[in-house]
């Protein structure tokens, strides 16, 4: 079976709405490399015949640079050179986009963050006074332009921002997020099987990319083993991934933040106090502002994020962090140390070292998996637990924790969830865990009298786990069991 679109419905009626104007346009496309804002728009394009596209990739270089690139570009799509002469300017360049949108073209700008860069940030002030032009004339104007990023920060400067010459230019916005995990189920249908064991791998090491997904299909190893599929896609000489995270997200760093992010990798749930500890240990006399390079990552970059127990303040001070990114979490978690080693010691013990730590890392993995089923479920009303609010964890400095909570405030229901990557854990550590639900219900007296449920998750559980945890009162639920009637 060939490779499919999947998921995407509903950016897709969007962008099919937004070209079926046929009217000027001025659209802004975020969401993380690779998760195919590219790909959306081709698709998109396939459905409206006869409109012309120009493509570029817009490189984090010179204004040279620049201009080099759109040439290229236009000679790729066949734009003609008598009618559309190359640009040799960054005035030029915005001239030529109105040129080509009023000639019925698409135009699409990626990584269109690079133009917050100080060489490149007088391209927005022409293309500002083309923008304004094309929009007085919206009617007449059968083109349109498509922005993608993917450093949203540095987008939302350049279109957001009252300073900016783009600030409220745009007609139209998408965010693009991962694949939920129903389209991830499917994909797995049609090239590989419904093990659980396997979704956990998979989602915890590629969460909803598509373009991940894809090239382990066209690699040939989406239905093999755990050590076949890393072995092929991190450890050869011309495997696909396995520069992926150096090229793609960690050389807009260019190592200023490598400390505190591989700490957050490797210790997901950790404080700023724990991060400060571990760098200082690193070095007595630094000077690095661990909580200045926090601040960074969360609203620049949006690689890490700061999570707050169910019910807490905004203010409250017992905030954890996180990598947001599956796969960046476990590629400098489990997978860049081996992999830099490759020349230097046999790959199968490499492999085998970066398996063993990928599935230390899939408890937390398990814990996002779970939380993001329940509310999927929820949207579309598969199973019994509608929520009413996000589902989240809790803790305390009681060492109260668990790792899901679940409201639906219209029955007065309240969930309590326990994870382990384990099933043969589960069972005896409910004890244990009803010690932490009272403690929470202690703290939050107005759930007292709410109806309470309690659920032990795994990634599979057999019959006999099922039954020593029925009898202690819980629900067991394995991903079985959360993904059926996705």
């Known amino acids: 079976m060939s490779w499919g679109f999947y998921g995407r419905g509903t950016e897709l009626a969007e962008l099919n709405r937004i070209l079926a104007r046929k009217r000027w346009f001025f659209a802004r496309i975020t969401g993380r490399r690779r ?22 990739q817009i490189p984090d270089s010179a204004p040279a640079g620049v201009l080099s690139a759109a040439a290229d570009a236009m000679d790729t799509f066949g734009i003609d050179p008598i009618r559309f002469p190359r640009p040799s300017s960054l005035g030029d360049l915005a001239r030529m986009v109105g040129t080509l949108a009023r000639n019925g073209t698409i135009v699409a700008l990626d990584e269109f963050q690079y133009f917050n860069r100080k060489v490149l940030r007088g391209f927005t002030s022409h293309l500002q006074a083309v923008v304004d032009q094309l929009s007085a004339e919206a009617d007449q104007v059968p083109g349109g332009v498509f922005v993608l990023g993917s450093l949203y920060t540095d987008l939302v400067a350049l279109l957001e921002d009252r300073r900016a010459p783009l600030f409220n230019r745009t007609t139209d916005r998408i965010e693009l997020e991962h694949l939920d995990v129903s389209s991830v189920l499917s994909l797995l249908q049609d090239h590989a099987d419904e093990d659980p064991e396997r979704l956990l791998f998979l989602w915890n090491l590629f969460e909803g990319v598509p373009k991940f997904y894809r090239d382990c299909f066209e690699q040939g190893v989406l239905d093999t083993n755990r050590q076949q599929l890393l072995s092929r896609m991190f450890f050869g000489s011309s495997s696909p991934l396995r520069t992926e995270a150096e090229n793609w997200f960690l050389s807009e760093l260019r190592g200023r933040y490598d400390v505190v992010l591989k700490y957050v990798a490797r210790h997901p749930g ?6 400060l500890a571990h760098t200082k240990s690193l070095s007595r006399e630094t000077k690095e502002q661990v909580g200045g390079y926090l601040k960074i990552l969360i609203d620049r970059y949006r690689m890490v994020e700061k999570r707050l127990p169910i019910f807490a303040k905004k203010t409250a001070r017992s905030g954890r962090y996180y990598i947001r990114d599956n796969f960046l979490r476990a590629w400098l978690n489990a997978l860049a140390n081996p992999v830099s080693a490759i020349n230097f010691r046999p ?23 779970v939380g993001q089923l329940y509310e999927e479920r929820s949207r579309k009303g598969v199973g019994s637990f509608p929520l009413t609010k996000q589902i989240d964890g809790y803790w305390d400095r009681a060492d109260t924790e668990i790792d899901l909570v679940a409201l639906n405030e219209d029955e007065s229901r309240i969930r309590f969830g326990t994870c382990k990557r384990s099933s043969e854990r589960l069972a005896p550590d409910l004890v244990r865990f009803d010690g932490h639900i009272q403690r929470f219900l202690n703290a939050h007296r107005r759930y007292q009298d709410w109806t309470i449920e309690k659920v032990a998750i795994a990634p599979h559980i057999d019959d006999r786990e099922r039954s020593a945890i029925e009898r202690q009162g819980y629900r067991p639920e394995d991903l079985t069991d959360l993904t059926a009637g996705l």
């Open 270 to 275: 950790c404080t700023n106090g724990e991060v």
């Open 347 to 369: 790959e199968d013990q490499l492999v085998q070292m970066a398996d063993e730590r990928l599935r230390n890392a899939e408890g937390y993995g398990l814990e996002r998996l």
């Open 35 to 56: 998760i195919g804002k590219t790909t959306l728009i081709q698709k998109a394009l396939q459905a409206s015949e006869g409109r012309r596209i120009l493509y570029m």
